[in-house]
């Protein structure tokens, strides 16, 4: 139902922005992209996304489940989360993302949770966040892991459903000291690569 769109690594301000819990950012980091349920539309969610670029080649996640949020009415200034409509943990893959050009030293997965219930969505506008998980000091893939996901700030490639809105991405880290903070504070990027998956009626 949407899709914002593939990181374009040859626009001006190609970047990423930490969104992971792991071994160095323990207590973690989360960006939440926007999207727009249409006037008229409601939404029954399954499925939700982000594309990630992740320093590991074997798109490694430990744990495997991991959890997701949908939120409305965050304030445009941010400093809070506004309303939790729909969360949860969930198994989730992770599927390489062939994307033209991306940096030799990092790579471009899509972390997916499926099976989503009792997550409806009326028009309006909300924020997705999943955010993928290496925390298992056993696991050596963990070491060095690190995960960002990727803006889609330039082609927007395979972009799908109504447009993501510009410069209303927000962060949230208290390993960072950011809360919940427009993500125009920590980058240029004014879109995020993230999508939604469902049925609508």
Known sequence: MFYAGDWDVYASDSNGLANEVDLYVSTGAAVYTPFIVPKGKTWTVTG???????????????????????????????????QLVCHGRKPATVVYQYIDGCFDFTYC??????????CRLPAGKYWV???????????SYCDTWRAFLANDDGAMAHRYGPL???????FNSVFYGAVWEPTSEQQSS????????????
């Open 48 to 82: 939700l996304f982000t594309s990630n670029i992740f320093a590991d080649p074997g798109g490694t996640i430990d744990p495997k489940v991991l959890p997701y949020e949908v939120r409305k009415n965050i304030p445009k200034a941010g400093g809070n989360g506004g």
């Open 109 to 118: 997965f899509a972390t997916i949770v499926n099976g989503i219930k009792d």
């Open 129 to 139: 966040s999943v955010v993928p998980y290496c925390t298992n000091k056993n696991d």
């Open 164 to 170: 993501e809105p510009a410069n209303d991405s927000f």
């Open 190 to 201: 004014k879109r995020f690569s993230a999508g939604v998956e469902g049925t609508e009626k």
